[in-house]
C-alpha cells in the first residue's frame, strides 16, 4: 500500500519560513493536498493540486511537489499558524493521508 | 454554503455495530462525492471511505471487510457502519465532501468541506 511520511515536528520563530515536507514513492505523479488541523477543530484544506489556494486561505501559504517529496511553505509565519498539517494523496481509489506534523512557532 | 452535520451514539459496545449520520445542508448530496474519516484522540487522520450519488463505494482496504456505506439522496444524507467494533475503533468520525476530478496525466480525490466530528467510544 501507498504511505506518505512527514516529519513528526517543525519549529520556526514567527515572521520566518515554515518547510514541512511528505515523502512518497513517485508522490511527484500524483497530487498533493495539505490540510491544516487546529486543536479541537476539523481539518482545513490549504493547498490543493499541489500548489493552488483555496478562497479565503492566506498568500503565504504555498506548496510544491516534485519527484518523491511535497512540501508546504508558510512564509512569513505567524502564530496562528501554529497546528497539525497533514499531507494527503489519491491512490487508485484509496485515500493516503501522512502521519501529520506538529508545527511549532516559537 | 455547504454545511455537514454528522449524528449518532456516542458509545458502542465491544462487537456491536457502529452508524452515523451525515446530513448535508446547502448542497444536493447528488453533486458530489462523500466520505468518512476518523481521528482517534492524539493521533493522525485515517480515511475510511468515499460513496457516490449512484452509491458506488471505495473503501479503505485495511476497514473494507467491516465497512458499509450508503446514500439517501431524499435525506440529503449519508450514512456510516462499522461492524464488530473494538476500542481501537475509538475516535472523533468525521464526513467530509469530496472533490474527484483529473487534471493533466492525474485524477486526484480530496475532501474540502469537513463537518465538525463526532466522538464515538467503543466500549463496555
Known amino acids: 500500500s501507498y504511505e506518505l511520511a512527514q516529519p513528526p515536528s517543525v519549529s520556526v520563530s514567527p515572521g520566518q519560513t515554515a518547510r514541512i515536507t511528505c515523502s512518497g514513492d513517485?508522490?511527484?505523479?500524483?497530487?498533493a493536498f495539505w490540510y491544516q488541523q487546529k486543536p479541537g477543530q476539523s481539518p482545513v484544506v490549504v493547498i490543493y493540486?499541489?500548489?493552488k489556494r483555496p478562497s479565503g486561505i492566506p498568500e503565504r501559504f504555498s506548496g510544491s511537489n516534485s519527484g518523491n517529496t511535497a512540501t508546504l511553505t508558510i512564509s512569513g509565519t505567524q502564530a496562528m499558524d501554529e497546528a497539525d498539517y497533514y499531507c494527503?494523496?489519491?491512490?487508485?481509489?484509496?485515500?493516503?493521508f501522512g502521519g501529520g506534523t506538529k508545527l511549532t512557532v516559537l | 454554503q455547504v454545511q455537514l452535520q454528522e449524528s449518532g451514539p456516542g458509545l458502542v459496545k465491544p462487537s456491536e455495530t457502529l452508524s452515523l449520520s451525515c446530513t448535508v445542508s446547502?448542497?444536493?448530496?447528488?453533486?458530489?462525492?462523500w466520505s468518512w474519516i476518523r481521528q482517534p484522540a492524539g493521533k493522525g487522520l485515517e480515511w475510511i471511505g468515499r460513496?457516490?450519488?449512484?452509491?458506488?463505494?471505495n473503501y479503505n482496504p485495511s476497514l473494507k471487510s467491516r465497512v458499509t456505506m450508503s446514500v439517501d439522496t431524499t435525506k440529503n444524507q449519508f450514512s456510516l457502519k462499522l461492524t464488530s467494533v473494538t476500542a481501537a475503533d475509538t475516535a472523533v468520525y468525521y464526513c467530509?465532501?469530496?472533490?474527484?476530478?483529473?487534471?493533466?496525466?492525474?485524477?486526484?480525490?480530496?475532501?474540502?468541506?469537513w463537518g465538525k466530528g463526532t466522538t464515538v467510544t467503543v466500549s463496555s
Open positions: 467530509a465532501r469530496g472533490i474527484a476530478s483529473v487534471a493533466g496525466l492525474y485524477d486526484y480525490y480530496y475532501m474540502d468541506v
Open positions: 446547502g448542497e444536493s448530496i447528488r453533486s458530489y462525492y
Open positions: 460513496i457516490y450519488k449512484s452509491g458506488s463505494t
Open positions: 513517485r508522490l511527484g505523479d500524483k497530487y
Open positions: 493540486q499541489d500548489t
Open positions: 494527503q494523496a489519491w491512490d487508485s481509489i484509496t485515500v493516503v
